[in-house]
């Protein structure tokens, strides 16, 4: 078995803000307004890979919910069983939440229920409320007004151990680091019953480092920065990231079994 375990945004699928060369499909719509695309040349080789026996793609992304459903003709078109979204808190199948995953999620992150609220508040004195967003329990995410204030704010005045606090993407998050999509990851393979496939990742951000550690093969854009020294084994691919990840995706050799 392969599991490709894959962020989205950036990796597989981009923003109309990206300025996205070649022949591309709309992936998502939001207020009837086309919101992401993706590349046609990715989405041969991604419903190649998904019809190969034993191959499984699941998205692991900091999407929420109903941010990871406007995808959903792209998700059925990839006839996509399994999803990990809020930076893996959250297990999807067939579309819809398992509750187990969830109660076991919200157990991992009850310890740091207090810290993860105390954020919101700081976070609040830097940006309007209407623009942070607080998944219960789980994490807390904003687009800063001042993200350095904020940040500072943050390592100052509350203890951040066993949290992570991580600026991506324009945006500010913080969650506790049992909900890593590394920490995801590992539960997945586990759950699935997949302890000797071969774990192939995908990710272009701070989010997607943990997760990179626990894959046997891992793809990251040539431009990536602060990749860790451990790291260094990663495949590092040029010009569009989803087109050449998936590209030396079909191309890696079937695994014996």
């Known amino acids: 078995m392969n599991i490709f375990l894959s962020d989205l945004d950036n990796t597989l699928i981009y923003s109309h803000r990206h ?3 070649g022949k591309k499909r709309v992936s998502e719509y939001l207020d009837g307004r086309e919101q992401s695309y993706i590349t046609e040349k990715t989405l041969l080789l991604l419903r190649t890979f998904c019809s190969i026996e034993g191959n499984v793609l699941v998205p692991l992304t900091t999407r929420t919910f109903k941010q990871y459903s406007r995808l959903r003709p792209l998700t059925e078109l990839l006839g996509i069983r399994y999803a990990l979204i809020s930076n893996g808190a959250v297990l999807l199948e067939n579309g819809r939440p398992d509750t187990s995953w969830e109660e ?3 157990r991992l992150a009850e310890p740091y229920s207090d810290r993860i609220i105390r954020c919101r508040d700081i976070i609040s004195r830097f940006t309007d409320e ?6 219960e329990p789980y994490m807390v995410y904003c687009r800063p007004a001042d993200a350095e204030k904020t940040l ?6 509350l203890d951040t151990t066993g949290l992570s606090v991580i600026f991506s993407s324009g ?5 506790p680091e049992c909900l890593s999509k590394g920490e995801a990851a590992k539960r997945l393979i586990k759950r699935i019953g997949g302890q000797e496939a071969r774990v192939i990742s995908a990710g272009d951000s701070e989010f997607d480092i943990p997760m990179l550690r626990e894959s046997d093969i891992s793809f990251v ?5 602060r990749l860790p020294d451990d790291l260094e084994g990663c495949i590092k691919i040029s010009g569009i990231f989803s087109n050449g990840l998936c590209e030396s995706l079909i191309r890696l050799p079937q695994r014996e079994k």
Not at 152 to 157: D, P, W
Not at 221 to 225: A, D, N, V
């Open 171 to 175: 945006k500010l998050y913080c969650l």
């Open 130 to 135: 209407s623009h942070v967003h607080y998944i």
């Open 19 to 21: 300025r996205l060369s």
């Open 152 to 157: 500072t704010a943050l390592k100052s005045e």
């Open 104 to 106: 076991e999620s919200k």
């Open 221 to 225: 854009p040539e431009k990536m920065k």
